[in-house]
């Protein structure tokens, strides 16, 4: 049983900073992506960040320099996010698929948290 629990998530001003972190239990793929996605109230879920388990990332143009993934080696992931502007207000959730290197951007990953909610003014 996969189960990926996200935390971190606050409100905060304009130019902070947050750090996201999501505890994956039961996810035991050899091959695999992990990643963040985010929707905010009345706008598509859309995927801000993933690492695959080679390390290799991608990230959306909107975060590029200013959002950060990485895996610890318990698997925990998480998210390093910098200046955050207002349009970065959204829910944040976590994802995890069995996937081949290189193949992360997309739809269609198969485990999700239930969210943490990042609220910038």
């Known amino acids: 049983h996969v189960q990926l629990v996200e935390s971190g998530g606050a409100s905060v001003h304009s130019g902070e900073s947050l750090e996201l972190s999501c505890q994956a239990s039961?996810?035991?793929?050899?091959?695999?992506?992990m990643g963040w996605f985010r929707q905010a109230p009345g706008k598509e879920r859309e995927q801000v960040t993933t690492?695959?388990?080679?390390?290799?990332t991608t990230y959306a143009d909107s975060v590029k320099g200013r959002f950060t993934i990485s895996q610890d080696s318990r698997g925990t992931l998480w998210l390093q996010v910098n200046s955050l502007k207002p349009e970065d207000t959204a829910m944040y959730y976590c994802?995890?698929?069995?996937?081949?290197?290189?193949?992360?951007?997309?739809?269609?990953?198969?485990?999700w948290g239930q969210g943490t909610q990042v609220t910038v003014s």
């Open positions: 690492i695959d388990f080679v390390g290799s």
């Open positions: 994802a995890a698929d069995s996937r081949d290197a290189g193949t992360c951007r997309g739809q269609g990953f198969s485990y």
């Open positions: 039961g996810f035991t793929y050899a091959t695999y992506c």
